[in-house]
């Protein structure tokens, strides 16, 4: 059971979008809904910002935005404010576990 | 309220034994999955495994199969997870999370657990 596959870093200027890809297989992202994704802020405890692939938590800003195609998940950031500047991390069901993503480290020009 | 109230702070000697504990309230404990999550000094997340407090179904990710042991005590609203022999590598942050409908909602604040001679 391998982790998803992340770029390590993403950055853009405030107000730009970025994309945040999670690649996993037809064993996890591929066959299954429940693709999460979490932010982390350093020394800080993961917080859930989209559940089964493009929903949002309540409180959760709309400018985060999931979506998924075949093995490859998606996580967009629109309007992009230096409060994001954090590392995100994508979570899949497995057919009864769960795999994280390598992480990515989002930084805010 | 949900909440996931963790166990404090941990020094140990390699060879020893522990056991964290992750207290839940605020929802009914035994009618969701737990899981817990390790994450090393500046690594990434990594899954552990998951039980359900309700009939204790265990299952744990091949990479800690054998290396620790995932339990819960129903009538205390809480889970645990356990090493029999913790070596260096095991030093890391340690989370409970709660599942719900398969998503991981609630997570606890960590435990930090060092072992170092």
């Known amino acids: 059971q391998s982790a998803l596959t992340q770029p390590a870093s993403v950055s853009g200027s405030p107000g730009q979008s970025i994309t945040i890809s999670c690649t996993g297989t037809?064993?996890?992202?591929?066959?299954?809904?429940?693709v999460s994704w979490f932010q982390q802020h350093p020394g800080k405890v993961p917080k859930l910002m989209i559940y089964?692939?493009?929903q949002r938590p309540s409180g959760v800003s709309n400018r985060f935005s999931g979506s998924k195609s075949g093995n490859t998940a998606s996580l967009t950031i629109s309007g992009l404010q230096a409060e994001d500047e954090a590392d995100y991390y994508c979570?899949?069901?497995?057919?009864?576990?769960?795999?994280f993503g390598t992480g990515t480290k989002v930084t805010v020009l | 309220e949900v909440q996931l109230v963790q166990s404090g702070a941990e020094v140990k000697k390699p060879g020893e034994s522990l056991k964290i504990s992750c207290k839940g309230s605020?929802?009914?404990?035994?009618?969701?999955?737990i899981a817990w999550v390790r994450q090393m000094p500046g690594k990434g997340l990594e899954w552990m495994g998951i039980?359900?407090?309700?009939?204790?179904?265990?299952r744990y990710s091949p990479s800690f199969q054998g290396q620790v042991t995932i339990s819960a005590d129903k009538s205390l609203n809480t889970a645990y997870l356990q090493w029999s022999s913790l070596k260096a590598s095991d030093t890391a942050m340690y989370y409970c999370?709660?599942?719900?409908?398969?998503?991981?909602?609630?997570w606890g604040q960590g435990t930090l657990v060092t072992v170092s001679s």
């Open positions: 999370v709660r599942l719900s409908s398969g998503t991981p909602d609630y």
């Open positions: 605020g929802y009914s404990f035994t009618n969701y999955w």
């Open positions: 039980m359900y407090p309700g009939d204790s179904d265990t």
């Open positions: 037809s064993s996890d992202v591929g066959n299954y809904k429940l």
């Open positions: 089964e692939g493009s």
């Open positions: 979570c899949s069901y497995a057919g009864g576990l769960y795999v």
